[in-house]
């Protein structure tokens, strides 16, 4: 996962690590950490951005200054939904309210974890064992990062959604997301981190660099001409370390190109235009005088 909206680029609560202490980036997240759980349980590898982006992205079709849904909940009740993408299109069941002991137990037996919204806050755990001793469930839950054992009559639930068969074959994010994805020479990773953090590595606060600079509809990692001057990111970016050094010029300024001080506008063109036809002319005309000169005169003829 990648925090576009705060962390530092180094340091313990980097934005391409596992942060120690959990800041508001990471809240709201339960929805989309309780799937990829479910996902993984089936042997799929979908990260929680991937699952951000197939909501706030593709389906909703949101602006890339927000499709990765950073400190926005994912509505539990939209949950079978992305359960189901996240799945493969696997059939996802909806129960409302608490289901019996008996039926938690069938389910995991049959390798289908559980997800669950308590109700409180509608909050998301995940139910992948139980106990018969007691009749305790065993409860993943990713706001407190824990696991424990709850006894079934203890335990609070507004909805399960459960997968109808364990017949699954998991969706994982493509492998393309780790690639130069639009081929202008430039990992993603890098063009991510070009609009996220200023060239003196630290976080652009004021938000001046846009994923999407030529609002044409594509971020800069799938977009090999961010600014549409007509010059590849990697061809201004040269070194390919997402910041502008020396001697580069900026792939989110148009004005700013490999080109800029080769360029002629109109005006110019136009005044040499002028310039070339009135040289013409002249020229012309010295040409018609000296014609004149050489041409005999009566005078000169002899007889
Ligand atoms: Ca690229
Ligand atoms: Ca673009
Ligand atoms: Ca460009
Ligand atoms: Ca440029």
Known sequence: MLCLEGCSLHGPNAWDVEHENRST????????????????????????????????????????????????GLLGLSGAYILRWALNNASIQRLDGKPGFDEITYWIDSNRPIMRDHGENH?????DGYDTQGQMVHVIDPLTATESKIP??????????????????????EP??????????????????????????????RDTRKPDADGDGLRAELDPDSDNDGFADGLEEVNHNGKIDPGETDPFDPSDNPNKDK???????AIIAIIATTATITITAIAYKLKQKRKPTRKHISR
Not at 42 to 48: D, E, F, I, V
Not at 123 to 127: A, D, F, L, N
Not at 154 to 171: E, K
Request: charged share 25%; hydrophobic share 30%; aromatic share 12%.
């Open 263 to 269: 360029t002629i506008n109109i005006r110019d063109i």
């Open 123 to 127: 909050m998301i755990t995940v139910i």
């Open 25 to 72: 980036h990471d809240s709201e997240r339960c929805l989309r950490a309780a799937i990829s759980m479910i996902n993984s349980y089936y042997g799929g590898h979908l990260s929680q951005d991937r699952i951000s982006y197939y909501m706030y992205g593709e389906y909703s079709k949101g602006s890339p200054e927000n499709d990765l849904g950073h400190g926005k």
């Open 152 to 173: 079934y009559e203890d335990l609070d639930v507004f909805v399960v959604w459960v997968p109808i068969s364990d017949n699954i074959t998991a969706r994982s994010d």
């Open 176 to 205: 393309t997301i780790w690639m130069d994805t639009d081929g202008d020479g430039i990992d993603d990773k890098t063009e991510i981190r070009s609009y996220t953090f200023l060239s003196d590595d630290t976080f652009d606060p």
